[in-house]
């Protein structure tokens, strides 16, 4: 089995790259699974949604090339984990981009004149790492977390048939990072397990 891990920040020594790489560690734990990186700042993905990514969404054109690379790249892969820090409760622009770009219609889902809408990625199970500066009060004082569960899992994933397998948020206040690196592992680990699992 092999999983697609996303990551979106800037800084190669961030702790949302270390948590990406303590999850491909622990997918590893079975050396027959494997993982990809896909790291987004360090590629130079364009997150913009041009005139051609409207065109492409109206079926009047042919997705672009960065955009039918990443297609395949989800294609090939048997999950899809994306590990993200917090920015304004919400995923940062450049993976949120990604997703506008990648995710579109024809590929993720056909939305035709009808409005009758086909889900195409009932076949993915996703993994969602975010990691937050707040403590989980705030985010359950505010409602911040549920409003990305809606956001996120709900009105990005669900829309297209992608079942979300974790949701996982990581927080500096409530555990240290070594903690948060273990928790990491262990989705890692699990993330084949959970699949086998739901399909037996």
């Given at each position: 089995?092999?999983?697609?891990?996303v990551?979106?920040?800037?800084?190669?020594?961030?702790?949302t790259?270390?948590?990406?790489?303590?999850i491909?560690?622990?997918?590893?734990?079975?050396?027959?699974?494997?993982?990809?990186i896909?790291?987004?700042?360090?590629?130079?993905?364009?997150?913009?949604?041009?005139?051609?990514?409207?065109?492409?969404?109206?079926?009047?054109?042919?997705?672009?090339?960065?955009?039918?690379?990443?297609?395949?790249?989800?294609?090939?892969?048997?999950?899809?984990?994306?590990?993200y820090?917090?920015?304004?409760?919400?995923?940062?622009?450049?993976?949120?981009?990604?997703?506008?770009?990648?995710?579109?219609?024809?590929?993720?889902?056909?939305?035709?004149?009808?409005?009758?809408?086909?889900?195409?990625?009932?076949?993915?199970?996703?993994?969602?790492?975010?990691?937050?500066?707040?403590?989980?009060?705030?985010?359950?004082?505010?409602?911040?977390?549920?409003?990305?569960?809606?956001?996120?899992?709900?009105?990005?994933?669900?829309?297209?048939?992608?079942?979300?397998?974790?949701?996982?948020?990581?927080?500096?206040?409530?555990?240290g990072?070594?903690?948060?690196?273990?928790?990491?592992?262990?989705?890692?680990?699990?993330?084949?397990?959970?699949?086998?699992?739901?399909?037996?």
């Open positions: 089995m092999h999983a697609l891990i990551v979106a920040h800037p800084e190669p020594g961030s702790l790259h270390n948590v990406a790489a303590h491909g560690h622990g997918i590893t734990c079975d050396p027959a699974d494997s993982f990809e896909a790291d987004l700042a360090a590629e130079g993905f364009d997150p913009r949604f041009t005139a051609v990514d409207l065109a492409v969404h109206r079926r009047e054109m042919a997705a672009s090339a960065d955009v039918i690379a990443e297609q395949a790249r989800i294609d090939r892969a048997d999950a899809l984990v994306l590990v820090p917090v920015y304004w409760w919400s995923m940062p622009g450049l993976l949120k981009g990604w997703i506008d770009r990648v995710f579109s219609n024809g590929w993720a889902y056909d939305e035709g004149a009808d409005l009758k809408l086909v889900k195409k990625l009932q076949r993915l199970p996703v993994h969602l790492v975010a990691i937050g500066g707040a403590d989980m009060r705030t985010y359950a004082r505010h409602g911040y977390f549920g409003a990305m569960k809606t956001q996120i899992d709900h009105g990005i994933f669900d829309y297209c048939g992608a079942r979300v397998v974790t949701s996982e948020l990581l927080l500096e206040q409530r555990e990072e070594d903690q948060r690196l273990q928790t990491a592992r262990t989705i890692g680990c699990n993330l084949f397990r959970k699949k086998m699992s739901q399909a037996a």
